[in-house]
């Protein structure tokens, strides 16, 4: 592993290769760190959709390096054309995130037809860079308002360590740097607030074995991973304070839309009595949704994610096969927990109630004036 990185961010622009934009590989972490460059916009549609990057953030701000890439390699006559396929076809790489059409909207509409193509692709530029740097900002903020809700937790529990549960990976890898669901973690675990992180593998693709493990060590949090099934045992038996997750989508009414197994994780949570919370960015949700349940679109991935699984044998990664050669496979990336499961929402904004009045008075500049 190189220094290079830090290990602090999961995107940059390079500064040795002419505005090259380098993503950490994250299909080959913990075993192996790899950089992926970005030099066109088939190169961001891939790493969206093969998952070279993932988690909502990311693969926003992804797509808005991408849009800016079509821009710059642009050699024709029609520049705003241009941009209009590259959002569409960066649109289509993955379903649920919203984030990812919300970059390539906003892209779109910092393009000025009437300003030169250089202007264009410099206003293009920094904009994609904005929108990185704020993503980065809302994170800590999310970090900054989740924080107090884990020091209630230590105050009232008679000094035991915080017992937190996650589903997936909603750390920096995820959402270029902080996380959302860890930043109140890291930031509790700098101010010296013992606790411990129940880490669920999150099957099939193991995000939370692979990647919320490998983060939670690279900061010394304490932490353990768990089958995915044993969540609902450890909260049946006291040992779980607070269930934190993150959003992929969450809607107007407050349902979340997560990691397939984040509603089998509420509904313990809420049989049990323990606080369940999503951190998400304002860039997850979907301001133009109420009903997410049955409405937000539910990304079905290849059966070979689950037929297979990856692990280090030797000195590479490997793939072995699980199930029986002609067994049917579904493989539902998602799936969508009521707002009424939802205990809070942590947002860069502070927390709200998981419903529409809640998170319109911390964002009401979304007040639809009709």
Partial sequence: MTDRFHFESSIWVSEEHNRLIEVIDQRFLPFETKIFNLKTVEDAYFAIREMVVRGAPLIGVTAAFGMYLAL??????HPGRCLSEAAGYLNSSRPTAVNLFFA???LLETFDPGKPHAVNV??????????????????RQIGEHGVPLIEEIFRNNGGRPVEILTH?????LACVEWGTATAPIYLAHQKGIPLHVWVDETRPRNQGARLTAFELGLKGVPHTVIPDNAGGHLMQHGRVDLVLTGSDRTTLNGDVANKIGTYLKALAAADNGIPFYAALPSSSIDWELEDGVYHIP?????????AFIEGWYGKQITAVRLIPEKSPVANYGFDVTPARLVTGLITERGVC??????????????QNPL
């Fill in 72 to 77: 710059r390699n642009y050699r024709g006559d």
């Fill in 104 to 106: 390539t909207r906003r």
């Fill in 122 to 139: 410099e206003n293009i530029y920094h904009e994609a860079v904005r929108m990185r740097q704020e993503e980065i900002d809302s994170c």
């Fill in 168 to 172: 997936c990976n909603a750390g920096w």
């Fill in 298 to 306: 539910v990304e079905e991935r290849s059966p070979d994610e689950v």
């Fill in 353 to 366: 109630r998981a419903e529409k009045n809640s998170l319109l008075h911390l964002f009401p500049e979304k």
